[in-house]
């Protein structure tokens, strides 16, 4: 029987989260609805719903709309947000770092330049977040801007997104987010110390009316959006939902930073055309070319320039010179264009596979998409279908890596397709449409196997 101090909520959490750790409590396991947990622990309802809330934070369950709270598919990795290291499984559909036929050789071949000397020379001086003029002005290309000075580098897409926001939303204050969002933001979000604030959307997006009843209730101070391409549902917010969003932005004065990292699958112009005053343009090469060897882009409006620059400087998120030599002449000499086009024939092709291959089920892709988003039949809930997954040698992401309301999460993964041969491809997702037949508790076939 516990007591009513304050500070109940945590002792009665750490007593659940070493149930997990022992392994009485397995991955899939429900824990009872909040009245009833409160009344076998002798607490407060209200105390119950900060257990809940407190094991959530920690990675140790996952809440489901209308299901429950759920015992999570393994514990929380203490290197960091979801999605930044590869799995080690037979089959990873969890990262999604394309390759291009010949992308190598190609690669090999604009790295040649770089072993004369003085160019290398060059190349290994430190450098700011405002690089070359050659670099600016392949940058300004990239990010369709037509001001070379306003385009500023960091390190990869992580850290020019990780600039953008400090530079705009001080320690404290609260950031708006799509209700799914990229996971290495929230992870960022939650070291800096800004409150990730979900803003309600429906198909096409987040809502303006949402975006104005959360700034209503407690200022923002900026909107954080991936308009073209989103990660991790593939939605593309439509021109009518753009101007509306828009609009709202203008009238509550807010500045946006919009990632398109994704975008050059798709065909939309930046959002930033509509307000070009106040969006930050965040864009990377590690999708394009490799994450082994990328830079990150940032065109930044004239007031905000320093801002992001300084932010860049402070937080140690700046471009080496070798990478932004080797970024330059890839973008100079039609390499980033080649492999570009490429990987958006491949990612309709990976995008079309995907879909054949789980047709019957409640899948969303881009019409050009490395990823796609699974909505699960029932009775599975995502994190114990990643678990049996996992037990197949198949990685997936459930929604819990992405939803930024930790007690509100889909019963729904994202696959990720760029990694995997084609043929491997095809056979991890007939393995995984059988898991979703068969459903929870049901013996795997026997010649399941993710490898």
């Known amino acids: ?54 094991l959530a934070l920690r990675g140790l369950v996952a809440g489901e709309v209308g299901r429950g709270t759920f015992v999570r598919s393994g514990p929380p990795s203490g290197a960091g947000p979801a999605l930044l290291e590869p799995s080690g ?47 600016r002005r392949e940058g300004a290309a ?22 953008a926001v400090a530079a705009l939303v001080p320690p404290g204050g609260r950031l708006g987010v799509e209700p799914f969002t990229y996971p290495v933001v929230k992870g960022l979000l939650a070291r800096i110390g800004v409150a990730a604030v979900p803003i309600a959307a429906d198909e096409h997006g987040p809502r303006p009316d949402a975006l104005a009843e959360a700034h209503r209730r407690a200022p923002l101070s ?11 549902t593939g939605v593309i917010i439509p021109p009518e939902r753009r101007s509306a969003l828009a609009g709202a932005v203008t009238a509550l004065g807010l500045p946006v930073v919009e990632d398109r990292i994704w975008a050059f699958l798709a065909d939309e112009p930046p959002l930033a ?36 620059a300084t932010a860049l400087r402070g937080g140690g998120w700046l471009p080496t010179g070798y990478a932004l030599e080797a970024a330059t002449g890839w973008l100079a000499d039609g390499t980033v264009a080649a492999l570009s086009e ?12 995907a879909l054949d291959r789980l047709r019957g089920f409640t899948v969303s892709a881009a019409p050009r998409s490395f990823f796609c988003w699974w909505e699960l039949p029932g009775p599975w809930r995502a994190e114990a279908f990643a678990g049996a997954a996992a037990g197949l040698g198949i990685t997936v992401t459930p929604g819990a890596a992405f939803a930024t309301a930790p007690d509100a999460t889909p019963a729904a993964v994202r696959l990720g397709l760029a990694s995997p041969p084609p043929a491997e491809l095809a056979r991890a997702l007939d393995v995984l449409a059988g898991l979703a037949r068969r459903g929870p508790g049901d013996p795997a076939a026997p010649d399941d196997r993710g490898g």
Request: hydrophobic share 45%; glycine share 8%; aromatic share 4%.
């Open 1 to 54: 029987m516990w007591g009513n101090a304050v500070d109940d909520f945590r002792r009665v959490a750490d007593t659940v989260a070493a149930r997990i750790a022992s392994g009485r409590l397995r991955p899939g396991d429900r824990l009872p609805p909040q009245r009833r947990f409160a009344r076998e622990h002798g607490i407060a309802a209200s105390t119950a719903a900060r257990v809940y809330r407190e």
């Open 89 to 135: 499984a037979p089959v990873d559909l969890e990262l999604t770092y394309p390759e291009a036929d010949g992308q190598t050789e190609r690669l090999a071949a604009g790295l040649a330049r770089l072993c004369r000397p003085d160019v290398l020379a060059a190349a290994l001086r430190p450098v700011g977040p405002r690089g070359t003029a050659a670099a």
């Open 142 to 163: 990239l990010l369709a801007t037509g001001d070379p000075e306003g385009v500023l580098f960091a390190a990869n897409g992580r850290q020019a997104i990780a600039g």
């Open 222 to 232: 900026a909107l954080y959006l991936q308009p073209a391409l989103h990660n991790p």
């Open 273 to 308: 055309d509509l307000l070009p005053d106040r969006t930050i343009v965040v864009d990377s090469l590690s999708k394009r070319l490799s994450p082994g060897l990328t830079i990150g882009l940032l065109a930044v409006p004239a007031p905000l320039r320093e801002r992001v």
């Open 342 to 353: 490429a990987k958006r024939r491949d990612a309709a092709d990976r995008r079309a596979l």
